[in-house]
């Protein structure tokens, strides 16, 4: 019995399959000057609400006009079951194709649903074009309403999805990347990234560049330059204080130090910045013992010179 039971549940399981449809076409209606709502249904495998992905794309830069763009997106999403998910979406690559108005299609997505069991995802797509599809075998994907005339739609739980001319934030940065609302990296062992790493910037010019504040508990610097110590030796040439006087007044800045104009145009290196500083305090620390030598050596002839007393 348990033998014919698992031969049933084998057949039921392959029914299912070959049920579903795992890639297809369809075309948004309306003009390319819009954005035009897609309903799709998503569901993972058996209606469970596992990691699924969706693929929108275009493969040939001719379909509908001559040039009118290719593009690839692939979206994942967790279908909410009866409350044990609410993200319908959790990440999306989207690459830009060459090409005019098709190549970059896509202006937001949404959850068309907010009751637990609703399985809708709403991608708002450029019309006038005809887009492939395709989706992942532990996947359940259909087309809801592809909105063949090209106008504002209602999503499944009463949401009006009106036609877009802009796009979203979360579009515009998932351009030629990998996007995630949030995401962390986690790894057993070191890892390493074999180029230069952007955080809030496309264009880094360095091996980790970031626009913005760092917070941080500890930096450690490696300087490749021997720390300012040297100041302390026997022949270090100490610029007497009236050429430093000079110095700063035609300057407005100390010796060796770059000026206000230098940092706003090149930037400040901290780790040269830390060694400059320490020098010119080491230095500052060898004035104020050679000043104190005077001021000693004054008050003992003062000391010296001082008259007697009367009794």
Same mark, same amino acid.
């Given at each position: 019995?348990?033998?014919?039971?698992?031969?049933?549940?084998? #057949?039921?399981?392959?029914?299912?399959?070959?049920?579903?449809?795992?890639?297809?076409?369809?075309?948004? *209606?309306?003009?390319?000057?819009?954005?035009?709502?897609?309903?799709?249904?998503?569901?993972?495998?058996?209606?469970?609400?596992?990691?699924?992905?969706?693929?929108?794309?275009?493969?040939?830069? /001719?379909?509908?006009?001559?040039?009118?763009?290719?593009?690839?997106?692939?979206?994942?999403? #967790?279908?909410?079951?009866?409350?044990?998910?609410?993200? %319908?979406?959790? *990440?999306?690559?989207?690459?830009?194709?060459?090409?005019?108005?098709?190549?970059?299609?896509?202006?937001?997505?949404?959850?068309?649903?907010?009751?637990?069991?609703?399985?809708?995802?709403?991608?708002?797509?450029?019309? *006038?074009?005809?887009?492939?599809?395709?989706?992942?075998?532990?996947? #359940?994907?259909?087309?809801?309403?592809?909105?063949?005339?090209?106008?504002?739609?209602?999503?499944?739980?009463?949401?009006?999805?009106?036609?877009?001319?802009?796009?979203?934030?979360?579009?515009?940065?998932?351009?030629?990347?990998?996007?995630?609302?949030?995401?962390?990296?986690?790894?057993?062992?070191?890892?390493?990234?074999?180029?230069?790493?952007?955080?809030?910037?496309?264009?880094?010019?360095?091996?980790?560049?970031?626009?913005?504040?760092?917070?941080?508990?500890?930096?450690?610097?490696?300087?490749?330059?021997?720390?300012?110590?040297?100041?302390?030796?026997?022949?270090?040439?100490?610029?007497?204080? /009236? %050429?430093? =006087?000079?110095?700063?007044?035609?300057?407005? /800045?100390?010796?060796?130090?770059?000026?206000?104009? =230098?940092?706003?145009?090149?930037?400040?290196?901290?780790?040269?910045?830390?060694?400059?500083?320490?020098?010119?305090?080491?230095?500052?620390?060898?004035?104020?013992?050679?000043?104190?030598?005077?001021?000693?050596?004054? =008050?003992?002839?003062?000391?010296?010179?001082?008259? #007697?007393?009367?009794?």
């Amino acid at each position: 019995m348990k033998k014919y039971s698992a031969v049933l549940f084998f #057949i039921f399981i392959c029914f299912q399959v070959s049920a579903q449809s795992y890639f297809g076409q369809f075309s948004v *209606g309306g003009t390319s000057a819009g954005y035009y709502p897609v309903l799709f249904n998503v569901k993972g495998m058996m209606g469970e609400a596992g990691m699924g992905k969706l693929t929108i794309y275009r493969p040939n830069i /001719h379909d509908n006009a001559m040039w009118a763009g290719t593009f690839h997106a692939e979206i994942e999403f #967790i279908p909410s079951v009866w409350g044990n998910n609410d993200t %319908k979406f959790a *990440g999306v690559k989207y690459i830009l194709g060459k090409g005019n108005e098709y190549r970059d299609p896509i202006a937001d997505i949404v959850d068309g649903t907010t009751e637990s069991s609703g399985s809708q995802l709403v991608i708002w797509i450029k019309g *006038g074009a005809t887009y492939y599809w395709s989706a992942t075998n532990n996947s #359940i994907v259909s087309i809801a309403d592809a909105n063949e005339a090209g106008t504002s739609k209602t999503s499944s739980s009463g949401q009006i999805l009106p036609i877009k001319t802009e796009q979203s934030a979360f579009i515009l940065k998932a351009k030629n990347n990998i996007h995630y609302s949030s995401i962390g990296v986690s790894t057993d062992y070191g890892g390493y990234f074999g180029s230069n790493v952007g955080i809030g910037t496309t264009n880094p010019d360095q091996k980790l560049t970031v626009k913005g504040k760092i917070h941080a508990e500890e930096v450690i610097i490696d300087l490749n330059v021997p720390v300012a110590d040297y100041v302390f030796a026997e022949n270090y040439p100490l610029m007497p204080l /009236h %050429k430093v =006087e000079q110095f700063v007044k035609v300057n407005n /800045h100390l010796p060796e130090i770059p000026s206000a104009t =230098e940092v706003k145009e090149k930037g400040l290196s901290l780790g040269e910045m830390q060694n400059k500083l320490l020098q010119k305090i080491e230095e500052l620390t060898l004035y104020v013992i050679e000043q104190n030598k005077k001021i000693e050596k004054l =008050e003992m002839q003062l000391n010296n010179n001082k008259p #007697i007393r009367e009794q």
